[in-house]
């Protein structure tokens, strides 16, 4: 920005501040921020007038105020500069400089409460995750993830400007991006939604269709399924038969309770050790989604994935909670939703015997992490990429760690209220 630009952006700023214009905060704020700033040519009088404007438009909320005080002490800094200096109100600014340093502090104390502090390592809930594939779950997904939620969610530098202001007036401005802050990757809670969880994908596209159009290259199966039902069938022939032996069923490929799982060759190249069974006779490529594929299940209307992930932890102290990842719906898909409260498997002996025998098994239960994936009403085919969020796994307290209680039954009653 040469001076001239600049003088002819800050008259804009002005006329803006004369209008109250909403956008005028945002716009300032970028332009002191800007880097061409300091050599724009604005005289003392300029830059203390465009500071305390820019002040003023500040939201009221003490998350602001930390960029509120630093408007004000370049102001103060500037004002003994200007030919109006007035002790009085450079007194005034020093009194809102420390007013606002109070409720600063108020409020990063009320953000960040004393704790007691935590006890040592040994002390901490541990969460033992067990997998055929550990490089990858642990490692490269999520990774990918984190990749995944920032380049969706990250907020545009306009867009943080803007979470700053709140305009005095407001007129319909929709298309003006100094304005536009409502954004989810602005929420807190949103964002800790997805980046603060543990996720689950695949290293390969998979597809759940309704129809038998289009599948995937690497491997299909069908899948009867309903409510209360479901079995497996193979295409042979132009027949449909079931998956144990050759009897024909009479079903028609364009039955509603048919289900078209399939996968594609392997997308992510860098998947790290591999224990899985395959075929030797596939590529890796393609033997790996197809081992994932000859694993999948159902129950019911939902498609199983099984990830052999098994997880051990306290069940005393820790329950975990698994569910479709955040943005899961926006590909035609709905995620079971559990809460791993004890020990599972398999209703079968041979699934529990010698559990617990490795030292650091004692005391723990395990569970396991399978994907169970519907898709949704008035959807026929969804199609979910390679390294995108399938599931969300989040640790939560145990029931009997935490008791919910009435507020009112801790505080004191006024008599003089009455009942």
């Not at 199983?304 to 992930?309: A, R």
């Not at 041979?350 to 169970?372: C, E, K, V």
């Not at 959807?379 to 919910?404: C, D």
């Amino acid at each position: 920005m040469t001076p001239e630009e600049a003088r002819a952006h800050y008259n804009f700023l002005l006329t803006l501040c004369i209008r109250k214009a909403e956008s005028f905060g945002p716009m300032a704020f970028a332009f002191i921020k800007d880097h061409s700033y300091p050599t724009a040519g604005l005289t003392p009088e300029e830059q203390f007038n465009l500071l305390m404007a820019i002040t003023d438009a500040f939201a009221d909320e003490p998350k602001r105020y930390g960029h509120k005080l630093d408007c004000l002490h370049k102001a103060l800094e500037i004002f003994p500069k200007t030919v109006f200096y007035d002790p009085a109100v450079a007194r005034q600014i020093q009194q809102e400089i420390q007013r606002l340093t109070t409720e600063l502090d108020f409020y990063n104390a009320a953000l960040k409460p004393d704790r007691p502090k935590a006890g040592d390592a040994a002390a901490r809930q541990r969460i033992i995750v067990e997998t055929d594939m550990p490089d990858y779950f642990f490692s490269i997904a999520q990774q990918r993830a984190a990749e995944y939620y920032q380049q969706k969610y990250r907020l545009s530098k306009e867009a943080k400007i803007a979470q700053h202001f709140a305009g005095r007036t407001r007129t319909f401005e929709p298309n003006n991006p100094a304005v536009q802050k409502e954004f989810p990757g602005a929420c807190a809670p949103f964002v800790q939604a997805r980046t603060g969880a543990w996720h689950v994908m695949l290293p390969f596209d998979l597809k759940i269709s309704r129809t038998p159009d289009d599948p995937l290259d690497a491997g299909l199966r069908i899948w009867y399924a309903k409510t209360g039902y479901s079995f497996p069938l193979r295409y042979e022939m132009g027949r449909l038969v079931s998956y144990y032996d050759d009897q024909v069923l009479d079903l028609d490929m364009t039955d509603e309770h048919l289900l078209f799982v399939s996968v594609s060759p392997l997308k992510e190249q860098n998947v790290g050790a591999v224990e899985r069974a395959m075929s030797p006779e596939l590529p890796f490529d393609i033997g790996l989604p197809r081992a994932y594929l000859e694993g999948t299940n159902t129950l019911g209307p939902y498609v199983q994935v099984s990830c052999n992930i098994k997880v051990w932890f306290d069940a005393a102290s820790v329950s975990l909670l698994i569910q479709g990842a955040p943005d899961l719906h926006e590909y035609g898909l709905q995620g079971g939703a559990g809460l791993l409260t004890r020990t599972y498997a398999t209703e079968k002996t041979p699934a529990y015997a010698g559990a617990g025998a490795q030292p650091w098994q004692r005391g723990l239960s395990f569970n396991f992490i399978n994907m169970h994936l519907q898709l949704l009403p008035d959807v026929t085919a969804a199609v979910v990429p390679a390294n995108t969020p399938l599931f969300s796994f989040y640790p939560v307290l145990a029931r009997g760690q935490y008791q919910l209680e009435d507020a009112r039954s801790l505080t004191p009653r006024n008599p003089s209220h009455g009942s």
